[in-house]
Each structure stands twice: as structure tokens, then as C-alpha cells.
């Protein structure tokens, strides 16, 4: 069971907008940076979301995240049918001394 | 453009120990501003934090590990392995290399990511 805790599955329709949660607690998510990722299928993650906020190059601006407190907040908007993956957050825990990933969410565009 | 590149054995037997190399192509390893990460991945699984290392050499270990973990770094080489002890059958997972960039202008990100490498542990 993951420190950061994630929904196992969302979905959505074609051009609507979907949340993914990741909840931690003080040690982790509130005081330090989320960084969110994308898997596809037999692929390697791909960055989205650093430093909580930000898109690298290349990332359009339908992907976007944000924190509050312990929990941080990956949205995808105009969903596409190449947008289904697996979706994880990521961040360093200050008790733990040691970095984090959730549990992973599916994304199924419906 | 930054590339990493794992290699190694790709089947270990239980007890033995694991090794992989991640190349680093494209960019200098000698930055302040980067770390350089293992993660791995079991069939059908999540990620799992590995560790990291420092272009100077010291280290973070994911403590569930620790004790039979080593990373090490040659930049000499541009390159950075992994030594993963007294394996099991739960070591057995696409292991991924990957760039950690930290700070404000990196937002502790891994941002750059090899295409993994599957190991399995098996008899």
C-alpha cells in the first residue's frame, strides 16, 4: 500500500475534463514539490508536472496540477482517446528520507 | 538531447546479485542542479523509488533497501549502476534509470527516463 494514495481508476468521455487525486500527508505532498507522470502501455513514464505547477516543453496546456495542503491534484482537460494511461504522482517524503510515487490511476476514455 | 540507457543481465538467480548500468548520452552528468535515479516497476505494478546518486557520489536509498543496495557513479564514463544484493523473486521488475532534476528550476522532477530494462529473478 502506497504513502500517497491515488484513485485506482477514473474515466471520462472524449472532450470533457477528468481529476486525478494524490493524497499524502505533511511530511511529503505540503512540504515538498509533486511531480506527475504519464504511462502508456509498455512504455516508460513520461514528466507532465514538476515542481507541483509546471509543464516541461512539449506538454500542452490541457494537463495542469496544483496542491493544497496534503493532497495535489493532476486535471486533464479536452480528453482525447490518447490521452488513456496510467497516471502517477511523485514526491520526496522529509520522515521517510526517501521519494514517493502513488499507486497509479487508469485512465479509460470512454 | 539527453539520453539514458540501461544494461545488464536480464536474468539473475535468487541470492545472486543484481547489476545494471545506466549510460548517459547527449549531456554532462557533472551538474549541480541533477541527480540520477533508479526505479523499477513489477509486472502489473506501480512505480517504486529506488534511489538516487550525485554526480560527487553521495547517495539516497529507498530504506526498504538499503541493506542491499549500492549505487555508484563514473562520470569519467558517463555512466551510473546499480548492485542490488541476495535477490528474490520480488526483485523481479523493469528497472529504469532515470535524471532527477531538483531544486526551484527542476521542481525535484525526474525528467529525462531511460526505456527500462526487464530483470527477472528466477532458478
Redesign the interface.
Given at each position: 500500500q502506497s504513502v500517497l494514495t491515488q484513485p485506482p481508476s477514473v474515466s471520462a468521455a472524449p472532450g470533457q475534463k477528468v481529476t486525478i487525486s494524490c493524497s499524502g500527508s505533511n511530511s511529503n505532498i505540503r512540504d515538498n514539490y509533486v511531480s506527475w507522470y504519464q504511462q502508456l502501455p509498455g512504455t516508460a513514464p513520461k514528466l507532465l508536472i514538476y515542481g507541483t505547477d509546471k509543464r516541461p516543453s512539449g506538454i500542452p496546456d490541457r494537463f495542469s496540477g496544483s496542491k493544497s495542503g496534503t493532497s495535489a491534484t493532476l486535471a486533464i482537460t479536452g480528453l482525447q482517446t490518447g490521452d488513456e494511461a496510467d497516471y502517477y504522482c511523485g514526491t520526496w517524503d522529509n520522515s521517510l528520507h526517501t521519494g514517493l510515487f502513488g499507486g497509479g490511476t487508469k485512465l479509460t476514455v470512454l | 538531447q539527453l539520453q539514458l540507457q540501461e544494461s545488464g543481465p536480464g536474468l539473475v538467480k535468487p541470492s545472486e546479485t543484481l547489476s545494471l548500468t545506466c549510460s548517459v548520452s547527449g549531456g554532462s552528468m557533472r551538474s549541480s542542479i541533477y541527480y540520477w535515479?533508479w526505479?523499477r516497476q513489477p509486472p502489473g505494478k506501480?512505480?517504486?523509488?529506488i534511489g538516487?546518486i550525485y554526480y560527487s557520489g553521495s547517495t539516497?536509498y529507498?530504506?526498504s533497501l538499503n541493506s542491499r543496495l549500492t549505487l555508484s557513479v563514473d562520470t569519467s564514463k558517463s555512466h551510473f549502476s546499480l548492485r542490488l544484493s541476495s535477490v528474490t523473486a520480488a526483485d523481479t521488475a523493469v528497472y529504469?534509470c532515470a535524471r532527477l532534476?531538483v531544486g526551484?528550476t527542476?521542481?525535484?522532477?525526474?525528467?529525462v527516463?531511460?526505456?527500462?530494462t526487464v530483470v527477472t529473478v528466477s532458478s
Amino acid at each position: 500500500q502506497s504513502v500517497l494514495t491515488q484513485p485506482p481508476s477514473v474515466s471520462a468521455a472524449p472532450g470533457q475534463k477528468v481529476t486525478i487525486s494524490c493524497s499524502g500527508s505533511n511530511s511529503n505532498i505540503r512540504d515538498n514539490y509533486v511531480s506527475w507522470y504519464q504511462q502508456l502501455p509498455g512504455t516508460a513514464p513520461k514528466l507532465l508536472i514538476y515542481g507541483t505547477d509546471k509543464r516541461p516543453s512539449g506538454i500542452p496546456d490541457r494537463f495542469s496540477g496544483s496542491k493544497s495542503g496534503t493532497s495535489a491534484t493532476l486535471a486533464i482537460t479536452g480528453l482525447q482517446t490518447g490521452d488513456e494511461a496510467d497516471y502517477y504522482c511523485g514526491t520526496w517524503d522529509n520522515s521517510l528520507h526517501t521519494g514517493l510515487f502513488g499507486g497509479g490511476t487508469k485512465l479509460t476514455v470512454l | 538531447q539527453l539520453q539514458l540507457q540501461e544494461s545488464g543481465p536480464g536474468l539473475v538467480k535468487p541470492s545472486e546479485t543484481l547489476s545494471l548500468t545506466c549510460s548517459v548520452s547527449g549531456g554532462s552528468m557533472r551538474s549541480s542542479i541533477y541527480y540520477w535515479g533508479w526505479i523499477r516497476q513489477p509486472p502489473g505494478k506501480g512505480l517504486e523509488w529506488i534511489g538516487n546518486i550525485y554526480y560527487s557520489g553521495s547517495t539516497y536509498y529507498n530504506p526498504s533497501l538499503n541493506s542491499r543496495l549500492t549505487l555508484s557513479v563514473d562520470t569519467s564514463k558517463s555512466h551510473f549502476s546499480l548492485r542490488l544484493s541476495s535477490v528474490t523473486a520480488a526483485d523481479t521488475a523493469v528497472y529504469y534509470c532515470a535524471r532527477l532534476s531538483v531544486g526551484s528550476t527542476g521542481g525535484d522532477a525526474f525528467d529525462v527516463w531511460g526505456q527500462g530494462t526487464v530483470v527477472t529473478v528466477s532458478s
